[in-house]
């Protein structure tokens, strides 16, 4: 749904580069909007924890990149690999990082992992586990195939505070047994039983990160948005209009502590 929703974006033009990122970074893992927000970030320690097995080779298609979440790990076609970056440490937007490399964003690569069967059944078990514990396993294969070395350091950037509008709240609490889905077509996004979370990930849609100031954690909502993908004047209600005047949140500008990933040292990845 994220990238569906970053997609829409009309203020800045999104390169194939842009769009790669985005689908990877936000639809791999679920959940990763939600991590971000509601921990302190990816680890900042080495990461113990590796992928059984994992390859990483040159794409040698001509047809469009694409990404596949399986049950013990993922599966990208034709991807920048700077995404496995933005994966790896939670990272947004591409000025949320410093000394990339221009391959890494320009040569495509399909890259492949999977967990051994121990780690796929703690998985099953208990699903909101497998981010943390998958952004830490992508860390270690960019170590140990690209000789990675980076840090992650905490700057004061523009974001955007999610707040309840004076107005008050206008979405419907959901219910305890209600079944959680979301759903997008044109302008229209239709959601049940989502954290107040999911408003987080409209943050490549408004070019800021979004930190929820809600005070909402915890709960889950039904709602429906609709908004304009057009910027004519006569086309409907802008995102921020629709989010203030249809589901009570309000976007504020602010300033906040962002990670910036410095790489230090990375190398093109290792034959397999």
Known sequence: MHFLLSSLRKRRPLTAHTCSLMLVSCCVAGATALYSQTESGPSKDVPSQTYEIASIRPDKSTTGGGMQTLPDGFRWANIPFAALIHSAYGITFDNQIEGMPGWAASEHFDIEAKVDSKTLEAWTESPKNRWKQEQQMMQSLLADRCQFKGRLETRLMPVYDLVI???????????????????????????????????VGFSQSVGR????????????????????????????????????????????????????????????????
């Not at 057009?230 to 500008?253: H, M």
């Open 209 to 272: 990160l979004i930190v929820d100031k809600s005070g909402l954690t915890g709960k889950k909502f039904d709602f429906e948005l609709n908004w304009s993908m057009d910027d004519t004047a006569d086309a409907g209600p802008s995102l921020f209009t629709a989010l203030e005047e249809q589901l009570g949140l309000k976007l504020v500008p602010d300033k906040g502590s962002v990670d910036v990933l410095i790489i230090d040292h990375i190398e093109k990845p290792s034959p397999n």
């Open 165 to 199: 509008a004076k107005g008050g709240l206008k979405m419907k609490e959901a219910t305890v047994d209600e079944v959680t889905y979301e759903t997008m077509s044109g302008g229209k996004l239709t959601v049940r039983a989502m954290p107040i979370e999911t408003i």
